[in-house]
T-cell receptor
Framework: GAVVSQHPSWVICKSGTSVKIECRSL??????MFWYRQFPKQSLMLMAT?????????EQGVEKDKFLINHASLTLSTLTVTSAHPEDSSFYIC??????????????FGDGTRLSIL | GENVEQHPSTLSVQEGDSAVIKCTYS??????FPWYKQELGKRPQLIID?????GEKKDQRIAVTLNKTAKHFSLHITETQPEDSAVYFC???????????FGTGTSLTVIP
């Protein structure tokens, strides 16, 4: 079964709206979660690394003020797309790694969130 | 940072034939290389992975090879079946940060 839950699965909203996406680890405590963006027929692009209790680490070219990440607990990270515009429409997917295992164990992915901005 | 390249971008094979997908990476610190299969609109699913201390790993019809010197690794699928049709992504990761950097993906079509 799923070990990472992502919600919502699909969001349609008007331009200018802020949208929050949640990523939860179900069977383990994730000190680190990752947020990706995927355009149709393209690869997963790492946006940021979410660290529990500290600031997220953003990849080059990703706007911190646009994509707000909060990792307030060991099982929940949220991504808020602020003042979303049509160009923000994409598939957003999170992942987490169970830290009880050795480093570089596979990441578990959520089901993704399809964001459509009208 | 790490740069992962993947080829080919699309691949069509007849059912029963083999499929090979190749990836290269740039960061010599990368030491973990997973392969994911993603069906349309769904989450990526891990199919096989390899660490830098081995050169080859096999799991039934799927195998992965790694050449650390050349910084490339490959996915081999034998006796392909229509249900193998999907997009496959390679990735590279190091102990530092544990971020995964994905290749550009290969859309595999197995023709019945």
């Amino acid at each position: 079964g799923a070990v990472v839950s992502q919600h919502p699965s699909w969001v349609i909203c008007k331009s200018g709206t802020s949208v929050k996406i949640e990523c939860r680890s179900l069977d383990f405590q994730a000190t680190t979660m990752f947020w990706y963006r995927q355009f149709p027929k393209q690869s997963l692009m790492l946006m940021a690394t979410s660290n529990e209790g500290s600031k997220a680490t953003y990849e080059q070219g990703v706007e911190k003020d646009k994509f707000l990440i909060n990792h307030a607990s060991l099982t929940l990270s949220t991504l808020t797309v602020t003042s979303a515009h049509p160009e923000d429409s994409s598939f957003y997917i999170c992942s987490a790694r169970d830290p009880t295992f050795a480093s570089n164990q596979p990441q578990h992915f959520g089901d993704g969130t399809r964001l459509s901005i009208l | 940072g790490e740069n992962v390249e993947q080829h080919p971008s699309t691949l069509s094979v007849q059912e029963g034939d083999s499929a090979v997908i190749k990836c290269t990476y740039s960061d010599s610190a990368s030491n973990y290389f997973p392969w994911y299969k993603q069906e349309l609109g769904k989450r990526p699913q891990l199919i096989i992975d390899i660490r830098s201390n081995v050169g080859e790993k096999k799991d039934q019809r799927i195998a992965v090879t790694l050449n650390k010197t050349a910084k490339h690794f490959s996915l081999h699928i034998t006796e392909t079946q229509p249900e193998d049709s999907a997009v496959y992504f390679c990735a590279a990761s190091s102990n530092t940060g544990n971020q995964f950097y994905f290749g550009t993906g290969t859309s595999l079509t197995v023709i019945p």
